[in-house]
């Protein structure tokens, strides 16, 4: 499907913004800092809300695009048959993960969002919704991986032509698109 794939571009587009404004807003704080003994006070938690939300969204991406580390010597070992189960036992823990990171940033966003920070006049809740954000994309991606059809393949475990996963995989075989 092609609304899968034009989220996951936005996304990449995202993290893209987001780390240029990083780079904009330390570059400035510190040319104010040494050059003229000022700065911005809400550049830096402006910066850290910044990465928190590339992290986040970041590792939704490599769990999609299967770039997460993987220690595959005795996985690969294995009959096939086994590395099919193993394979959706994986995506049965990530998806428990992902639930719980969901849930656990849901409460701590709901329990922030009055509290304002004096620096930014932004909620503090912010840094929590990138987990609610990231934790809903990876539960998505680990269904999707866990409920694919044909074999299962690990998180992680390169497809033929060097792409790995299951979004990608499931929503072209889906309307019969072939990635290349």
Known sequence: MTMFRGIWRSIEWLIVALMTAMM??????VVL????????????????LG?????????????????HLAVAEFFD??????????????????????????MGCWKQTLANWQN???????????????G??????????????????GPGRAPGEQGGEGHSLAVDEATSSS???HRS
Do not use: H
């Open 33 to 48: 800092r040494y050059g003229f003994s000022s700065g911005l006070r809400s550049g830096i938690e402006l910066s850290r």
């Open 116 to 130: 304002i920070s004096p620096l930014t006049g932004l909620p503090t809740a912010l840094f929590y919704l990138a």
């Open 24 to 29: 904009v807003l330390v570059f400035f704080n």
């Open 77 to 102: 070992r294995l009959p096939a048959m086994v590395r099919s189960i193993i394979a959706r036992l994986l995506w049965i823990v990530i998806l428990g993960a992902s639930i719980m990171l969901v």
């Open 132 to 149: 609610v954000v990231a934790g809903s994309l990876m539960s998505i991606t680990s269904l999707i991986g866990l409920l694919r059809p």
């Open 51 to 67: 990465f928190v939300w590339v992290v986040m969204l970041g590792a939704s991406l490599c769990l999609k695009d299967g770039e």
């Open 175 to 177: 309307n019969g698109e």
